[in-house]
């Protein structure tokens, strides 16, 4: 037999302000899985190997503490999986996920508050992973909600015995969007790609502002937002892209005598498409290798 096993603590709430001019605070969801060297304690009932998870919840609260300069939410996970692994002979591997909380600076009639928030939609999400001596940085984001009210069809699937879907060349296209990232190099502006990333991806699946562009599916627009990531950022080896497809449904009521001319539509998100890929480089120019 053999037992695989990890333990940690997860949604660690944690906020830190630093104070100056302007003030600044980051919100932090903090998850932290340890691997370590403490069978006796699932076998034996030995703790002795165990760092209490109690204490993983502390650590995150003394790391932040211990930040005396705002940082990227990536950089925190780095320090605090750094912080496992050197403090504990017994803990062997660490993955540290962490959400942060958009809060946004206000602006007053075009001013940036001194100490204002709001709380903004998608958010920044980092993984950092050590294992065997390796360090891995992912980061992300969730909640990135699109929608575009043209442009978008899809045509030339399966017919059959099964099948009721009309094939359309005009539609709502909408998404709440996941993605995450991951690096080949150490020590990246994890912030400026962060938000340089978004701006591609969503310049991406809307295409130019006056004229768009034509989305045969999803699957298609989700692997030319990946292709264009890989396109524009050295530093990012690998990225992953969750698309569920959010139905906008025709609304007919042929019984009212209203027929439907791309005017009402239902919205949906139960149930709905789910499509999701990951596009890795490989180590030539793309996109001959795919
Ligand atoms: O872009 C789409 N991809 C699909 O795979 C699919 N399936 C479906 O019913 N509608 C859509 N739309």
């Known amino acids: 037999m053999e037992l695989d096993h990890k333990h940690g603590k997860a949604r660690v709430r944690v906020a830190r302000v630093w104070r100056?001019?302007?003030?600044?605070?980051?919100?932090?969801?903090?998850?932290?899985?340890?691997?370590?060297?403490?069978?006796?304690?699932?076998t034996h009932g030995d703790n002795s190997a165990i760092v209490a998870t109690d204490t993983i919840k502390n650590t995150v609260y003394v790391i932040a503490k211990q930040c005396k300069e705002p940082l990227s939410v990536e950089q925190f996970g780095i320090l605090l999986a750094r912080h496992f692994l050197s403090l504990y002979s017994e803990v062997t591997g660490v993955k540290v996920n962490i959400v942060e909380n958009p809060w946004q600076r206000v602006e007053i009639d075009g001013v940036p508050h001194h100490h204002g928030f709001k709380l903004g939609l998608e958010k920044h999400t980092a993984e950092v992973s050590i294992h065997d001596g390796i360090q891995k940085v992912a980061s992300g984001v969730v909640g990135l909600s699109l929608l575009k009210t043209t442009k978008s069809g899809f045509e030339g699937f399966i017919r059959d015995r099964y099948t009721l879907l009309p094939e359309v060349r005009e539609r709502i296209l909408a998404s709440t969007i996941s993605a995450s990232w991951s690096y080949s190099s150490e020590g990246c502006s994890y912030n400026k790609i962060y938000s340089e990333v978004l701006n591609t991806l969503v310049k991406t699946f809307f295409g130019p502002p006056t004229i768009g562009v034509y989305s045969p599916s999803v699957q298609n627009t989700l692997f030319l937002m990946a292709q264009e990531v890989l396109r524009r950022f050295s530093e990012i080896e690998s990225i992953h892209l969750n698309m569920p497809n959010l139905h906008f449904l025709p609304v007919?009521?042929?019984?009212?005598?209203?027929?439907?001319?791309h005017d009402v539509y239902l919205p949906t998100d139960e149930p709905h498409g789910t499509i999701e890929a990951t596009l890795t480089r490989k180590n030539t120019t793309l996109p001959s290798k795919l």
């Open 20 to 42: 100056g001019s302007p003030e600044k605070i980051v919100e932090w969801n903090v998850s932290v899985v340890l691997n370590s060297h403490s069978l006796a304690a699932y």
């Open 252 to 261: 007919n009521m042929p019984a009212l005598d209203e027929k439907f001319e």
